[in-house]
């Protein structure tokens, strides 16, 4: 939010240098980007120093003794250029022959003495300005020049060569009451804090928002604006009415009533902080309602009364807020026409929807040169609901910044009545007495208990209740003292302060902001401990993380939130039962693709892949998360941990070496979880051929620990793939359940001393049947083995016509060791008879010499 200091000025005094005020500001939690000077003296030092605190000086500083106030007598056509003009200017001193080409100026020319002087912006020779005729903001001198015969030294200024704003379309046409020759810094120089607003302190959106927070770190005095209002037109009573339909949606909604008005430029001062504030002038009508948003927080809207009444027949309007009705459209005031949802709350007559309520007005009810009466609303609409409608409309405006954020319905009254005042001032219409005020469901303010000890407790300073009371009373709080306790009641602008134990956090963060968290000492936790208790789920999820990172992959954390279309790209692995298929779907989406909680982890990682495929030729990506079932009898979802596991590219990373550039197939996959199984101590692992329309026939197996099965792996179906922007190489991809995963590791297990006598080595070959599963036989193998078969390793798989068809030959490497002596020839023989004779007898299996 854009802050013009002369506008912050009428509500509060500045006891310190801007710099310091916006390092003041950002440790209360209202971070100042930039201050933006606009004429105002720029302060060397402290722009230094405000530098150094990472805040942004920028501006241009207007010299007193070159840019001031000028007042223009006469325009005379300059004699050799139909699109230039000479004017006769006076700065106070002499009079000047000044050329400009500014259009505003042409209804002027040739006229001869004007009845009233225009007063402008003027620059002399010599005075730094912008140069408006080059994009950006690129500084130039005057100088003296001859343009199409007519020296030419000085000139009358736009807003863009002055640094005010972008508009160069023609010069500025000051106030009546500007002084001639006065320093234009003097007359209307000011200053600009750009404030980054956050949610939680979204009250301060507004210029006397930001005073109050002023007011309160400097301990000064906040000067409210004044609500008062000129009535003198025939009383509203009886031409216009309310009706809520939803309370909730709508908890209050106001309307005043002003005649006569006359449709004109707001005064240039008006003009001026607008458009510092960010805001474009467009008429004193609309401009009023712009003036009185920005100054108090509290959004309005100008009808056009006489329109309403037309559509009412003749009759007084009825102004209604209500849901949408299917197939409703309404054309906005940016001219598009919308099909509304639902959801969306309108302002409607008995004709039908008028605007959007809370974010936009629409073009059949605007005020244009024509309106002479003006039905101005204020009203409080829900929060969350404005949200919903920016986002399906796609219709940010500054009304729905601060709708969508919480305004307090007691600024309903006070925005209205701003309102109407400044349109009476401006364009010399009648308000009429009194106002419409349907108020269904007051706000109840909570109340909250707090003690000096309990302040002294939570954040570590010692205060007296008196001191308190004294911080939060700077803030408006309405504050009662019991003796040490203090009972406090937010005050009536503010929506964000919560009950119980929460309030007390609230009532926390204030104190400490007004305080200054810079005075807060460090200080030792003073608290006891809580008991220290184990979380063996938990350290067990941490073990199978490092495992995996120690084998080489990377953690990814990807999204819980995604869409519909995204998530059928890829069949589920883990499929949800009827009951729970469908998803779980947002009610208020940040996009399009974050609407629905998702119900599989793989997509989300396959989707990580295709990002870093783009950068990087080898992943290796795993993620342990949750993914989201609909409930069946509880309210919130079920929420169900996995672990992926994406696998892509070469088997080594390239390095100075010669390192193994072929791709990563199936077995790499399955080596990482034998890998991650011994290391966690997991017994009782098998692996199954399995199928699934997610990966590729025959490179597809199932997990199954004992008798639970934890899920499917594989290499990733060919046409599956396509649905994603993956490279050539094959992609191995898994998904596993990690509960029963974490569930099957032992709270303890066996260790061994490392063996003091050595192992002895030998190799083995049979053949079997090609559907004997190497599994199977490394079973037996360690079966028949004995205690003193200490490892099992296949090293070669052969198939070929020396075996004969539908045979294949399994290579082991066996390592016998005891632990208390050393093996003989005869003990290593005498279990390699029984392995051989095992696998005889129960795989039908052969010896290979």
């Not at 003009?271 to 100054?295: C, F, H, K, S």
Request: aromatic share 6%.
């Amino acid at each position: 939010m854009k802050v013009p200091i002369s506008w912050l000025k009428e509500f509060v005094d500045l006891s310190i240098p801007l710099e310091e005020l916006a390092h003041a500001l950002t440790m209360a939690g209202l971070e100042v980007e930039e201050i933006r000077y606009v004429g105002l003296p720029m302060p060397r030092a402290a722009a230094q120093a405000a530098q150094r605190q990472e805040i942004k000086i920028s501006g241009l500083e207007w010299d007193p003794d070159k840019i001031v106030v000028g007042a223009i007598y006469e325009v005379h056509p300059h004699p050799n250029a139909d699109r230039l003009v000479l004017c006769q200017l006076d700065d106070g001193q002499t009079i000047h022959t000044v050329l400009t080409g500014a259009p505003n100026l042409f209804p002027y020319k040739g006229k001869g003495p004007l009845p009233k002087p225009i007063k402008v912006a003027y620059a002399k020779e010599g005075a730094r300005i912008y140069d408006g005729h080059q994009p950006g903001q690129v500084l130039t001198t005057l100088k003296r020049a001859k343009i199409r015969g007519v020296e030419s030294y000085s000139m009358a200024c736009s807003e863009k060569e002055l640094g005010i704003s972008d508009d160069h379309e023609g010069i500025i046409f000051l106030d009546d009451d500007a002084p001639v020759g006065m320093p234009l810094a003097d007359y209307m120089g000011d200053a600009v804090l750009d404030i980054a607003i956050t949610p939680n302190i979204a009250r301060a959106a507004s210029i006397y928002g930001v005073a109050r927070e002023v007011a309160a770190i400097t301990a000064q005095p906040l000067r409210p604006p004044s609500f008062s209002v000129v009535m003198n037109g025939p009383a509203i009573e009886g031409r216009v009415s309310i009706q809520i339909q939803d309370p909730d949606l709508n908890p209050r909604f106001m309307l005043g009533l002003i005649e006569g008005v006359e449709i004109r430029p707001s005064p240039y001062q008006i003009q001026r902080r607008l458009r510092l504030a960010g805001m474009r002038p467009i008429n004193n009508i609309v401009d009023a309602t712009n003036y009185a948003m920005l100054e108090l927080g509290e959004p309005l809207h100008a009808f056009d009364y006489d329109k309403l009444v037309k559509r009412a027949d003749g009759k007084p309007p009825l102004i209604s807020t209500r849901p949408a009705r299917p197939g409703e459209r309404l054309v906005t005031l940016d001219n598009i026409e919308r099909v509304l949802d639902d959801f969306t709350v309108l302002v409607c007559d008995t004709a039908g929807p008028l605007s959007l309520a809370g974010v936009m007005g629409g073009a059949e009810s605007e005020v244009d040169e024509t309106t002479r009466t003006v039905l101005l609303e204020a009203a409080t609409w829900n929060m969350i609901n404005v949200r919903r409608t920016v986002f399906a409309q796609n219709l940010p405006s500054e009304a729905a910044y601060r709708f969508s954020r919480g305004v307090h319905p007691a600024m309903a009254e006070r925005g209205l009545l701003r309102g109407l005042e400044l349109m009476r001032q401006w364009s010399g219409g009648t308000v009429a007495k009194g106002i419409v005020d349907a108020y269904p469901k007051p706000y109840q303010a909570p109340s909250i208990s707090l003690t000096a000890a309990e302040v002294k407790r939570q954040l570590g300073i010692s205060l007296t209740a008196q001191e308190i009371r004294e911080l939060l009373e700077r803030l408006e709080f309405q504050v009662e003292q019991q003796g040490e306790q203090l009972i406090v009641q937010p005050p009536d602008h503010r929506l964000d302060i919560g009950e119980g134990v929460i309030g007390v956090a609230d009532l926390m963060e204030e104190i400490a902001r007004i305080y200054g968290y810079e005075r807060i000492p460090t200080t030792r936790l003073a608290d006891e401990l809580p008991p220290q208790r184990s979380d063996p789920l938990r350290e067990r999820e941490e073990s199978v993380r490092d495992v995996l990172v120690q084998l080489g992959l990377q953690e990814v954390i990807t999204y819980r939130m995604t869409s519909a279309e995204r998530e059928s790209r890829l069949p589920f692995v883990f499929e949800p039962p009827p009951g729970q298929a469908e998803p779980i779907r947002l009610k208020n989406p940040i996009s399009a693709e974050r609407s629905i909680l998702r119900q599989g982890l793989l997509v989300s990682l396959l989707e990580a892949a295709e990002r870093n495929a783009r950068n990087q030729p080898r992943l290796a990506l795993f993620e342990i998360g949750t993914v989201y079932w609909r409930p069946t009898t509880e309210l919130l979802p079920e929420e169900r941990w996995r672990l992926g596991i994406v696998l892509c590219g070469p088997r080594n990373p390239q390095g100075w070496q010669k390192a193994d550039v072929e791709y990563m197939d199936f077995y790499d996959l399955k080596g990482i979880f034998e890998a991650l199984f011994q290391a966690v101590h997991v017994q009782q692992v098998r692996y199954e051929p399995a199928q699934h329309p997610a990966f590729h026939p025959g490179k597809c197996a199932q997990v199954v620990v004992g008798e639970q099965w934890l899920g499917t792996f594989g290499e990733l179906h060919p046409l599956i793939k396509e649905r994603f922007e993956l490279p050539e190489a094959p992609l191995l991809a898994a998904e596993l359940d990690l509960l029963p995963l974490l569930a099957a590791i032992p709270e303890r297990y066996e260790v061994e001393a490392v063996p003091a006598y050595p192992p002895v080595l030998e190799d083995i070959a049979v053949i079997v049947d090609e559907e004997v599963t190497a599994e199977r036989i490394e079973q037996c193998i360690r079966s028949a083995g004995g205690k003193t078969l200490r490892a099992v390793r296949l090293f070669d798989v052969y198939r070929g016509e020396q075996i004969g068809t539908g045979k294949k030959s399994l290579a082991y490497s066996l390592t016998y060791q005891a632990q208390d002596r050393t093996l003989t020839d005869e003990e290593v023989a005498q279990s390699r008879h029984r392995i051989v004779r095992r696998l005889e007898q129960e795989l039908g299996a052969k010896l290979r010499s």
